[in-house]
C-alpha cells in the first residue's frame, strides 16, 4: 500500500528539517533516504522513530517494490537526469522537487504526460526561490489588469546557516551566462551584472542588487506569460555584495570556473560565523490597472531562508499526499494559490509579508 513519504536527502541540512515536520504529521510512514545508511540512522534515531532511515543512490535502478509503498517523494538533492523522477511518476508516485537548477527542471517538464496518464502529480520550484518568489510573483500580477514586467530581488543573509547543495550552486552560478526575457525575446546576461537599487523597506532599506540565475526568472515567462523576467540577488553585506561585482567585472569570477578554487570558495563560504540570518525577497510588477500604469510590490521577510524551503516542501507534501494536485507536471505557481503563502508562514516566528498597490494607492494587506 501506497502510504509512505520518501525524502530523498532526508539527513542533509534541509532535508531534516522536512523529515522532521512530516514525521510529525505522519509518524512511521516518513522515510530520510540517501546514499549514506549511518547518517540517515543517525538522524533517524534523534525522531524517536517517526522516521526510518533508508540507503538510496538515486543515479542507480530504483527497486519497484520500493515505490510501490511510496505515496509521495521529495527531492531535496540536485541531479543532472531524469531517470529517477521518471520511475516515480511511472510507478504512480507523486512527486515534488526543490532544485533551483533549470536546466534539470527542463527534463522534469518533459514527463508531464507521462505523469498525467499515470495519475499522478509532479510539483516544481518548491522552495524559497524558486517557490514563493513565483507565488508572489503571481499576486502581483493577479493586482493588475494587465503585467507587463515582474523584478524579483532576493537578499540572503551571509550569517544564515547553508547547507553544501545550495553553496555549491551559488558558487558555480557567480561567473555563470544565462538568458533572460525582455519583451518577450530571449537576452544574454552575466551574473552579478547590471546593478539595481531596490527598496526593502522597513530596517532593510535599499540596497543594490545584481542579476542571478535563478530558476523562477526562467519560469514564469512560460507559465505566466509575463513578456519581460529579471532575478536579483544581494546580501545584506553591501560590501561582499559590491565586492563580488567588482571581480566580476575584473574578470576573477572565471577562477571558480576551476574546481580547485571552487572548492576553497565552497569550503570558506560554510564556515562563515558572522552576519545575520535575515532574508528578504521583493517583487516588484509592472502593468496596467484601471487603464493606468501600475505598480505592485510585494514583501516577504524573515530568518533562515533553508527554513522556508523546507516548510513550504512540507506544504506542498500534505497537499500531494491527501491527492490535491491535478496530475501531470507543473511549477508550484500552476497549482498553489498565492495566498497559501499566509499558511506556510503560519508556524514560523519572525516572518512578514506584505503587498502595496501603487497605482491606487492603497495597503492591501494579505
Same mark, same amino acid.
Given at each position: 500500500?501506497?502510504?509512505?513519504?520518501?525524502?530523498?536527502?532526508?539527513?542533509?541540512?534541509?532535508?531534516?528539517?522536512?523529515?522532521?515536520?512530516?514525521?510529525?504529521?505522519?509518524?512511521?510512514?516518513?522515510?530520510?533516504?540517501?546514499?549514506?545508511?549511518?547518517?540517515?540512522?543517525?538522524?533517524?534515531?534523534?525522531?524517536?522513530?517517526?522516521?526510518?532511515?533508508?540507503?538510496?543512490?538515486?543515479?542507480?535502478?530504483?527497486?519497484?517494490?520500493?515505490?510501490?509503498?511510496?505515496?509521495?517523494?521529495?527531492?531535496?538533492?540536485?541531479?543532472?537526469?531524469?531517470?529517477?523522477?521518471?520511475?516515480?511518476?511511472?510507478?504512480?508516485?507523486?512527486?515534488?522537487?526543490?532544485?533551483?537548477?533549470?536546466?534539470?527542471?527542463?527534463?522534469?517538464?518533459?514527463?508531464?504526460?507521462?505523469?498525467?496518464?499515470?495519475?499522478?502529480?509532479?510539483?516544481?520550484?518548491?522552495?524559497?526561490?524558486?517557490?514563493?518568489?513565483?507565488?508572489?510573483?503571481?499576486?502581483?500580477?493577479?493586482?493588475?489588469?494587465?503585467?507587463?514586467?515582474?523584478?524579483?530581488?532576493?537578499?540572503?543573509?551571509?550569517?544564515?546557516?547553508?547547507?553544501?547543495?545550495?553553496?555549491?550552486?551559488?558558487?558555480?552560478?557567480?561567473?555563470?551566462?544565462?538568458?533572460?526575457?525582455?519583451? $518577450?525575446? =530571449?537576452?544574454? /546576461?552575466?551574473? &552579478?551584472?547590471? %546593478? @539595481?537599487?531596490?527598496?526593502?523597506?522597513? *530596517?532593510?532599506?535599499?540596497?543594490?542588487?545584481?542579476?542571478?540565475?535563478?530558476?523562477?526568472?526562467?519560469?514564469?515567462?512560460?507559465?505566466?506569460?509575463?513578456?519581460?523576467?529579471?532575478?536579483?540577488?544581494?546580501?545584506?553585506?553591501?560590501?561582499?555584495?559590491?565586492?563580488?561585482?567588482?571581480?566580476?567585472?575584473?574578470?576573477?569570477?572565471?577562477?571558480?570556473?576551476?574546481?580547485?578554487?571552487?572548492?576553497?570558495?565552497?569550503?570558506?563560504?560554510?564556515?562563515?560565523?558572522?552576519?545575520?540570518?535575515?532574508?528578504?525577497?521583493?517583487?516588484?510588477?509592472?502593468?496596467?490597472?484601471? $487603464?493606468? =500604469?501600475?505598480? /505592485?510590490?510585494? &514583501?516577504?521577510? %524573515? @530568518?533562515?531562508?533553508?527554513?522556508?524551503? *523546507?516548510?513550504?516542501?512540507?506544504?506542498?507534501?500534505?497537499?500531494?499526499?491527501?491527492?490535491?494536485?491535478?496530475?501531470?507536471?507543473?511549477?508550484?505557481?500552476?497549482?498553489?494559490?498565492?495566498?497559501?503563502?499566509?499558511?506556510?508562514?503560519?508556524?514560523?516566528?519572525?516572518?512578514?509579508?506584505?503587498?502595496?498597490?501603487?497605482?491606487?494607492?492603497?495597503?492591501?494587506?494579505?
Amino acid at each position: 500500500m501506497k502510504e509512505h513519504i520518501l525524502v530523498v536527502g532526508g539527513y542533509g541540512h534541509v532535508g531534516k528539517m522536512i523529515c522532521s515536520q512530516l514525521g510529525e504529521l505522519y509518524p512511521g510512514r516518513v522515510i530520510a533516504a540517501g546514499r549514506s545508511l549511518d547518517r540517515a540512522k543517525q538522524y533517524c534515531r534523534t525522531t524517536g522513530g517517526k522516521v526510518k532511515p533508508l540507503q538510496l543512490n538515486v543515479y542507480e535502478p530504483c527497486d519497484p517494490q520500493l515505490l510501490e509503498q511510496i505515496r509521495v517523494v521529495v527531492m531535496c538533492l540536485d541531479q543532472n537526469e531524469n531517470h529517477f523522477v521518471k520511475s516515480c511518476l511511472l510507478s504512480g508516485t507523486h512527486y515534488i522537487d526543490i532544485s533551483a537548477s533549470y536546466a534539470f527542471l527542463q527534463q522534469v517538464e518533459k514527463l508531464h504526460d507521462a505523469a498525467k496518464e499515470n495519475g499522478v502529480s509532479g510539483l516544481l520550484s518548491v522552495g524559497l526561490a524558486p517557490g514563493l518568489t513565483n507565488l508572489m510573483a503571481l499576486q502581483a500580477i493577479e493586482l493588475m489588469d494587465d503585467a507587463q514586467q515582474i523584478d524579483i530581488t532576493i537578499m540572503l543573509g551571509i550569517g544564515d546557516e547553508h547547507g553544501q547543495a545550495a553553496i555549491e550552486w551559488t558558487v558555480q552560478s557567480l561567473s555563470s551566462s544565462f538568458s533572460v526575457t525582455q519583451g $518577450g525575446i =530571449p537576452h544574454a /546576461v552575466t551574473s &552579478f551584472s547590471d %546593478g @539595481k537599487r531596490v527598496d526593502f523597506g522597513g *530596517a532593510i532599506g535599499t540596497k543594490t542588487a545584481y542579476r542571478f540565475n535563478f530558476s523562477d526568472q526562467h519560469i514564469l515567462p512560460k507559465t505566466l506569460g509575463i513578456p519581460t523576467v529579471s532575478t536579483r540577488l544581494c546580501f545584506d553585506s553591501e560590501v561582499l555584495t559590491r565586492g563580488i561585482a567588482a571581480a566580476r567585472s575584473v574578470g576573477l569570477l572565471k577562477l571558480f570556473t576551476n574546481k580547485w578554487m571552487e572548492q576553497i570558495m565552497v569550503h570558506s563560504m560554510g564556515r562563515v560565523s558572522f552576519g545575520k540570518a535575515d532574508f528578504a525577497v521583493k517583487v516588484d510588477g509592472y502593468g496596467i490597472k484601471d $487603464g493606468k =500604469p501600475a505598480v /505592485v510590490e510585494c &514583501f516577504l521577510r %524573515g @530568518k533562515h531562508e533553508a527554513c522556508m524551503t *523546507a516548510q513550504t516542501a512540507v506544504f506542498a507534501a500534505q497537499k500531494a499526499y491527501e491527492e490535491a494536485f491535478a496530475h501531470g507536471v507543473y511549477h508550484i505557481e500552476q497549482l498553489i494559490r498565492p495566498n497559501a503563502i499566509q499558511s506556510i508562514i503560519n508556524n514560523l516566528a519572525d516572518y512578514e509579508v506584505r503587498r502595496d498597490s501603487h497605482s491606487q494607492m492603497i495597503h492591501l494587506p494579505l
